[in-house]
C-alpha cells in the first residue's frame, strides 16, 4: 500500500471533507444538486486525464482550455447545420486530435518547451476564436441537450461515460505496455532511449491524446446546455492542472495515477458547493483551493528531499 | 589462450578534430576471463569502450565478436551481440521499480500488450539472486545506493544475455563492504562464461580480480600479460613510459616566504582529508594524482565551496577558513576552474564583462559601472596575457580554448591574489596556446604569486611543477622534488611504493 500512499492521502482528505459535509450540511447529499454537481465536473475530469498523461511524460499543455473553446464552438456549428450527433462528436475527437498533433509536433518534433509552445497556441486559438466569432453564442438545436433523454437520463450517461474512460485510462496505465511507456519516458527520456523506447514518439502521440480528449471534453459539455458560449474552456487549464498535482502526479514527471488525480478533482470540486452548504462566504474558495495545492507541492517537496537524502 | 576470443579488436584508430585518440589498439577477450584495461587519464579507455558499445565509430581497424567480423556497430547491434557496458552513472528510471526498470530493458518497446507484473517480479528476483544481490524488486530505483543501481544494471545485463560485460571504474563510489560484494558478482559472472572487461585505476583491485591486464597509453596498447606474469612496478613502467614531448619553461625565481599553509587540512563532505602541505611565493606546486584522487575537491575546499571542517588552513600566516568564495577571493585566493564552459568563461558576454567579473566592487562606482575603467582593464590583460581578440566587446564565445582560458585567467588575476589555484589550465587547448599558457604561470610565480597547479597531463605537471603533491583517495601521499621521474608519481598516485 506504500506504493498509493499519496492517492489514499488524497481519498482520505475527501472522505474527510464529505463526512464533514454530511455532519453539518446534510442538504448536500439531495440527489439532484449532487448529480448536477457531479455531472459539471465529468468533462473536466476527462481533460485532467489526459493533462495527467501530460504531466507523467514531463510536459505540460496549457493551451487545453483555448482547445475545448474552440472545439466546442466548431462541434455546436456542426450540430446547428444538422449533423448527427455520433459524426459531431467524431469532428470534435478529430479537431482535438490534430490540434494536439501541432503542440506535439513543435514540442516533440522540433524539441521545443511544452510550457511555451502551448502558452503560444493558448493566445492564438482564443484570440484567433475572438477574432471569427466576435463572442456570438451558437445556438444548438432542439433535442442535441442531454442527447434528447431526460435531464437525469443524460446526466448519468455523460457521468457513466466518464467514470467508464477513467478506469479504462487507469487501468491501461498500469496494464498497457504503452502507459509504463509514457512514465518510463517521463522518469527519464535518456534511460528509455537508451532501452529502445522512443521518446518522441511517445510525447507526440500523448499531445495527440490529450488534443483527442479535449475534444471529446467539449462535447460533453456541449450536451449540457442549449447553447455553446464562445469561451466555455477559459481557466480550464489551470483546473485540470490543479487536479493532477494535488492528486500526486509529481510535476517532474514519471510519477503519479489517475486515480489520485480523480481524488484531487473531487477534492477541489467540493469545495464551492460545500462552502455555500456551510454558508461561508464564496470568496473563500480559490483561496482554499490555492492553499490544497501549495500543501500538495509542499508535501510531494518533503517526500522527495527525504527520499533523496535517504541514500 | 585457447578457443575464438568473444571480443577481438586490431589496430583501431579513431581521432577527433585533430586529436588522435587511439592510434592502434589491439584488445581481444576470451569468455570466462577478466581482463583489465589500465593507462593513464587520456591513454584512450574510454574511446575504446564507447567502440565497442557502438557508441562511436573506429576511423580504421578491425573488430571481430566471436570471430565474426563486423563492420559497423551501432549501440542497438552492440547490444543484440550481447555486449552490456556498466557506467559509473547507472542510466536507470529513477521514478520506477527495480523490477519494471529490468522489464522495460528487456521487454523491448512494443507498446501494446498487456504487463505481466508477476513475470517482471519473478524475473527480477531471479536475476537478483543470481549476482546475490538484497535488493526488493519493489523498490523505486531512486532509493537505492549508487552501488545498488550498478547492481540492477549487472542484473539488466545479464537477462539481456550479455556475452561480453564492460565495467568502467566500478567501484569508484563504493565502500569496502560493497565491493567485496561486488567482486564476488564479477567472479560469479566469470564462472558462468562472461568475457569481463575491467577498467580501474587500483592495481590491488586488478591483481585480485584480473586474469590479464592490457596496458594503453597515448592511444596504443603497449602490452598484455597473465596477471601472474607481472608485477606493480611493471605495470606502471608500461604505463608511464611516454617521452616529454614539449619543452617547459625553466624555473628561475627562488622560492621566497611561504603564502599557502595547510595542516591536517579535510572535508568530511567532499572526501578531502589529512592534507599537510606549504606553497610558498614565488613557487608552483603541481598536484597530481588520478581521477576522483580529491584534486579538485582540495581546490574547491581551498576556495570555500565546500568548506573545510578539520585542520588548519594559514594564509599568508593568518589562520583562515574560507566560508565561500567570496570570502576566499577576499583573503586573496584566486580558483580558475576546471571546465571552461560550465564553470568560466560566459561565452555570450563581451571579454571585458568576462574579464572584470570577479572584481566588481572595483569597477562599480556606487550603483553605477565605469566602462572606461573597465575597458582599459581589460585591454590591460588583452596585452598582458596576450589574448588573441578582436578587443575587449567580442564575446567570449569568439574566442578559441587556449584564449578563453587566458580570459579565465584574467578575472581572476584582476582580484589581485596571493594564491592561484589552477584546475587543469591547459585542457583542451591547443600545443601552441599550451606553452604560452605555461609561460605565463612561470611568470606570475616569478612575480612573487604561489600557484597550485592540478593537471592529470603528468609531464606538464612534471615539467611545471617546482615541487609534486601526489594525492590519492582524498589526501596528499607523497611530496616529491622537481626532478622526480614519471614513473615514481605514477607509483606515488596508484599507492605503490
Known sequence: MARYFRELSVAGALALVLLGLAVFAPAFYQPQPLLSLVTREAPTLIVACGMALVIISRQIDISVGSQFSVIGVCAGLLAAKGWPLGLVLLASVSIGGVLGALNGILIAGLGLPSIVVTLATLVTLRQGLNLVRQGEFVNLPDGLQWFGLSQSGGQWTLVIAALVILVLLGWGMRHVAAGRLVYAVGSDAEAARLAGIRPQLYTFLVFVFMGALTGLAAMMNLVQSPQVQPLSGSGLELKVIAAVVVGGVAISGGRGTLWGVFAGLLLLACIAPALIHLRIEAYWEKAIQGGIILLAVVADGVRSRREGAGK | ?497
Not at chain 2, 74 to 79: E, L, T
Not at chain 2, 300 to 307: A, D, K, M
Not at chain 2, 393 to 419: C, E, F, I, M
Request: one cysteine or more; glycine letters at 10%; proline letters at 5%.
Open chain 2, 1 to 497: 589462450m585457447k578457443s575464438t576470443p568473444l571480443l577481438e579488436l586490431r589496430q583501431l584508430t579513431k581521432s577527433f578534430g585533430g586529436a588522435r585518440a587511439l592510434r592502434g589498439v589491439d584488445f581481444e577477450l576470451h569468455a570466462g576471463e577478466v581482463h583489465a584495461l589500465l593507462g593513464e587519464n587520456g591513454a584512450g579507455k574510454s574511446t575504446l569502450i564507447k567502440i565497442v558499445t557502438g557508441a562511436h565509430q573506429p576511423d580504421d581497424g578491425t573488430i571481430r565478436i566471436g570471430g565474426e567480423t563486423v563492420s559497423s556497430l551501432s549501440p542497438s547491434s552492440a547490444r543484440s551481440l550481447g555486449i552490456a557496458c556498466i557506467y559509473q552513472q547507472p542510466a536507470l528510471f529513477p521514478d520506477l521499480t527495480v523490477a519494471e526498470n529490468i522489464g522495460l530493458r528487456l521487454e523491448g518497446a512494443s507498446a501494446v500488450r498487456r504487463i505481466d507484473w508477476r513475470a517482471r517480479e519473478e524475473r527480477a528476483r531471479t536475476l537478483l539472486a543470481r549476482i546475490g544481490a538484497v535488493i526488493s524488486p519493489d523498490a523505486e530505483v531512486r532509493t537505492l545506493s549508487m552501488p545498488e543501481q550498478q547492481l540492477v544494471e549487472i542484473a539488466c545485463a545479464l537477462g539481456a544475455g550479455a556475452r561480453v560485460v564492460i565495467m568502467d571504474e566500478p567501484t569508484a563510489s563504493l565502500t569496502q563492504k560493497e565491493q567485496h560484494l561486488l567482486f564476488g558478482v564479477v567472479r560469479e559472472l566469470r564462472t558462468s562464461g562472461v568475457g569481463i572487461i575491467y577498467i580501474s585505476h587500483r592495481l590491488e583491485e586488478i591483481f585480485a580480480l584480473a586474469d590479464r591486464v592490457t596496458v594503453l597509453r597515448d592511444g596504443q596498447t603497449v602490452g598484455t600479460s597473465p596477471v601472474g606474469d607481472i608485477n606493480e612496478a611493471g605495470l606502471i613502467r608500461m604505463m608511464v613510459g611516454r617521452e616529454m614531448t614539449q619543452i617547459y619553461p625553466p624555473s628561475e625565481s627562488a622560492p621566497r616566504e611561504v603564502v599557502l599553509s595547510l595542516r591536517d587540512v579535510g572535508c568530511n563532505a567532499s572526501g578531502v582529508q589529512g592534507v599537510t602541505f606549504d606553497v610558498r611565493a614565488g613557487e608552483v606546486f603541481g598536484l597530481a594524482g588520478l581521477v576522483g584522487a580529491g584534486r579538485t575537491e582540495l581546490a574547491r575546499v581551498l576556495f570555500g565551496i565546500t568548506p573545510a571542517d578539520t585542520g588548519e588552513i594559514r594564509l599568508n600566516g593568518e589562520p583562515i577558513r574560507p566560508r565561500n568564495p567570496q570570502d576566499a577571493v577576499a583573503r586573496g585566493i584566486a580558483y580558475v576552474p576546471e571546465d571552461r564552459r560550465k564553470h568560466g568563461v560566459v561565452l555570450e558576454l563581451p571579454i571585458a564583462h568576462n574579464m572584470t567579473m570577479a572584481i566588481h566592487r572595483r569597477i562599480f562606482r556606487g550603483a553605477w559601472l565605469r566602462p572606461d575603467a573597465e575597458r582599459a582593464l581589460a585591454l590591460d590583460y588583452i596585452r598582458d596575457l596576450a589574448v588573441k581578440c578582436f578587443g575587449p566587446d567580442a564575446p567570449g564565445g569568439s574566442l578559441s580554448g587556449g584564449n578563453q582560458q587566458k580570459v579565465s585567467l584574467a578575472r581572476w588575476l584582476a582580484t589581485k591574489p596571493r594564491l592561484l589555484i589552477l584546475d587543469e589550465p591547459t585542457q583542451g587547448v591547443d600545443v601552441g596556446a599550451k606553452s604560452e599558457i605555461h609561460k605565463i604561470i612561470r611568470r606570475l610565480a616569478h612575480e612573487g604569486l604561489a600557484v597550485l597547479l592540478i593537471s592529470s597531463d603528468l609531464p606538464e605537471v612534471l615539467g611545471m611543477s617546482d615541487r609534486i603533491g601526489v594525492m590519492r583517495g582524498g589526501t596528499v601521499v607523497d611530496i616529491l622534488p622537481a626532478n622526480t621521474h614519471a614513473h615514481t608519481v605514477m607509483a606515488a598516485a596508484l599507492g605503490q611504493n
